[in-house]
């Protein structure tokens, strides 16, 4: 295991010279338009980063003449904020202030360089800070972390300085991973992807890091040299103690390896038979996770400090999605009124400060070995209707 210092500098060497962070293979738009873009459009969410958009927008036209501040922890380059910006400035919002707050120094440099590009460099301020030991300033109308909190290990610290600081009209806005720690599979679901992975046409198992066939799906511990997934399964428990989820999306499990940058480029959008398999995988990760046998590993949302009514697709409550071996902590005391039911979440003492190894209820157990028989079930389906002749 690395040391807290090791990790820092593998962090931002990892990320000094990535201009891109974010870009993604094809074939995850083609299942994104076909899996997820459903579920925002159920909860009156027409284009993903519209969500973010409206929520930002609202916040400038409640301030009126007044500076909107809005601190993105975890920036990387600030592509994505210094583009939300300049689509609200056409909007007519031009009160917002943009504060990034960032670790890797070059991501900085160039996060201020698309905001010279577009014009809007006046209105961007950027902070180097660790969020693990960053306190913050004065009052903030809204907090964004895009794909930023599954490299935090102080979550309870980083939560507890957002709230802190949040107006109370205020909004925290996420697009996250909240699946296991280190990104790694839960076993219910490696269960599932092994059974896949091991009919499946070797073409599809070439790694595009390492440029080797995996015959064996290697679930990697992302978090044993950096912070990537260091603490992700405690990301939605502890989200639900500290805030109210006001829009709220969840979805993806099993898919997210053969969509992903290591084997989605196997995938060639423009042939029929990697469109149908991949589709298969896709109907397979929907209906686990709508019968509950699988929990999601990406949340998309809102939440207020203040409780408020909760939009969610489909039944995925809050409640419903947290992993039952992720232990279940209260949601955030109300200030008046009772929160809604669906997000009444029994709660055990309050976690560490870094998390402790959980032990299942005999119910999680018993949930576990359920979900690996049909698991292992649903794979063999997957087999038969994949690859037996026609």
């Given at each position: ?18 201009d ?34 409206d ?30 910006a ?29 905001a ?6 006046d ?45 109370p009209?205020?909004?925290?806005l996420?697009?996250d ?79 997210d ?11 060639d ?13 896709a ?69 560490a ?30 087999r ?7």
């Amino acid at each position: 295991m690395s040391s807290y210092q090791d990790r820092v500098e593998a962090e931002i060497a990892i990320y000094a010279e990535q201009d891109v962070v974010h870009d993604l293979p094809a074939i995850y738009h083609v299942w994104s338009a076909r899996y997820v873009m459903p579920l925002l459009i159920e909860v009156g969410v027409n284009d993903f980063w519209g969500m973010y958009d409206d929520a930002v927008a609202e916040q400038c036209a409640r301030r009126g003449d007044e500076t909107v501040t809005m601190v993105s922890v975890g920036a990387g380059n600030g592509d994505a904020e210094v583009d939300l910006a300049s689509r609200l400035a056409k909007r007519g919002h031009e009160n917002l202030q943009l504060v990034l707050l960032e670790l890797n120094p070059s991501m900085l440099e160039r996060a201020i360089a698309h905001a010279q590009e577009a014009g809007i460099a006046d209105r961007v301020r950027t902070v180097q800070a660790d969020l693990n030991t960053w306190c913050a300033e004065g009052p903030v109308d809204v907090y964004f972390a895009n794909h930023s909190l599954h490299h935090v290990v102080e979550l309870e610290h980083l939560f507890s300085e957002i709230k802190s600081s949040l107006d109370p009209a205020g909004v925290f806005l996420i697009n996250d991973m909240i699946g296991r720690n280190g990104h790694q599979r839960w076993p219910e679901a490696v269960a599932m992807v092994n059974g896949i992975w091991d009919q499946m046409p070797e073409r599809y198992r070439l790694n595009h890091y390492s440029g080797q066939i995996d015959t064996v799906y290697p679930d990697t511990d992302c978090s044993g040299e950096s912070f990537e997934g260091v603490r992700a399964e405690d990301i939605l428990p502890l989200l639900l103690q500290t805030f109210h989820p006001q829009t709220y999306v969840t979805f993806g499990n099993i898919i997210d390896p053969f969509v992903d940058r290591v084997y989605g480029p196997n995938f060639d959008v423009n042939n029929e038979a990697d469109v149908a398999f991949l589709e298969q995988i896709a109907q397979l990760d929907d209906a686990a996770l709508e019968l509950g046998v699988l929990t999601p590993t990406h949340l998309v949302g809102t939440f207020r400090p203040s409780p408020v009514e909760c939009r969610y697709p489909r039944g995925r409550s809050p409640e419903r999605t947290l992993h039952p071996v992720s232990a279940p902590v209260p949601v955030a005391a109300p200030a008046e009124d009772p929160p809604p039911a669906e997000l009444q979440i029994a709660a055990p003492a309050a976690p560490a400060e870094v998390a402790p190894p959980r032990v299942p209820t005999p119910y999680a157990q018993l949930l576990r070995a359920d979900s690996i028989r049909f698991a292992r079930r649903a794979a063999g389906a997957v087999r038969r209707r994949v690859f037996t002749p026609r």
